[in-house]
């Protein structure tokens, strides 16, 4: 086994060029690891006025503000949240990503595909994890 180290600003990441999405480059984490079939995770890149498209899947996410301000729209509800702050978006729910503010938005995305028997902790947790920027 050997340890790996990469530098986030040293990945070239790849743009983003479907439809709805804006300014957007992603860094995946895992690059490949067939025991976590039930689990991924990126880096959004997100360049100021860019977005996400708004779109839902079958699987939740939990997204954390490394950098910047990230407004998070997630069906009706529409927040602006800062680094460190932890956000919740359940599956099925159509949201979307975008960066409002003058620097580039930075965010790690996890996505957490269903598998009921592989549950970690059970806690209730708020859909947003902090305070506003």
Request: hydrophobic share 35%; proline share 6%; charged share 25%.
């Amino acid at each position: 086994m050997s340890l790996t180290v990469r530098r986030l600003t040293e990945e070239p990441g790849s743009d983003e060029f479907e439809e709805g999405y804006r300014g957007v480059n992603t860094v995946w984490m895992v690059l490949r690891r067939t025991d976590l079939v039930g689990f991924s995770s990126r880096i959004f890149r997100v360049e100021p006025d860019g977005h996400t498209p708004v779109h839902a899947h079958d699987r939740g996410h939990v997204a954390t503000v490394i950098r910047g301000i990230c407004r998070v729209e997630c069906g009706s509800e529409v927040e602006e949240v800062g680094e460190g702050c932890i956000v919740t978006i359940p599956s099925s729910a159509a949201h979307r990503f975008s960066n409002p503010g003058r620097e580039r938005l930075v965010l790690l995305v996890m996505n957490l595909h269903a598998d009921p028997s592989k549950t970690v902790k059970a806690v209730s947790e708020p859909t947003i994890g902090c305070e506003g920027p």
